[in-house]
């Protein structure tokens, strides 16, 4: 399964950006799909996350109600929605997925993933 992550770019204080994951396959239909982000210097954190089996979203305490997780089942392609963006909010975002369903504590870790998207940059200025 290869990922292609794209919507990233650059956007002032409270702006908004949304970012797609398309699958190279739609031949799964089970298993999580997320977004992680990596800022210069940082180690890759945890955004959102959701699972296909009964559409449950996940986020990190930071974005929830500004971020939207979705998929669109009939594609599989991934989206977040980010408003209200912020400037600690830039990082080069990556898409994931898993054909599993990690529990919830470990699904926030990149260790939980075994395909990655190549990343796309997002920036916000103040």
């Known amino acids: 399964v290869q990922l292609q992550a794209s919507g990233g770019g650059l956007v002032r204080t409270g702006g908004s950006l949304r970012l797609s994951c398309a699958p190279s396959t739609r031949a799964f239909g089970t298993g999580t799909m997320a977004w992680f982000r990596q800022a210069p210097g940082k180690e890759r954190e945890f955004v959102a996350a959701?699972?296909?089996?009964?559409?449950?979203?996940y986020y990190r305490e930071s974005v929830r109600g500004r971020f939207t997780i979705s998929r669109d089942s009939a594609t599989n392609t991934l989206y977040l929605q980010m408003d209200s963006l912020k400037p600690e909010d830039t990082a080069v975002y990556y898409c994931?997925?898993?054909?599993?369903?990690?529990?919830?504590?470990?699904?926030?870790?990149?260790?939980?993933?075994?395909?990655w998207g190549q990343g796309t940059q997002v920036t916000v200025s103040s």
């Open positions: 959701k699972r296909f089996a009964n559409g449950s979203a």
């Open positions: 994931a997925y898993t054909e599993r369903t990690p529990i919830v504590s470990y699904l926030r870790e990149p260790s939980a993933y075994e395909y």
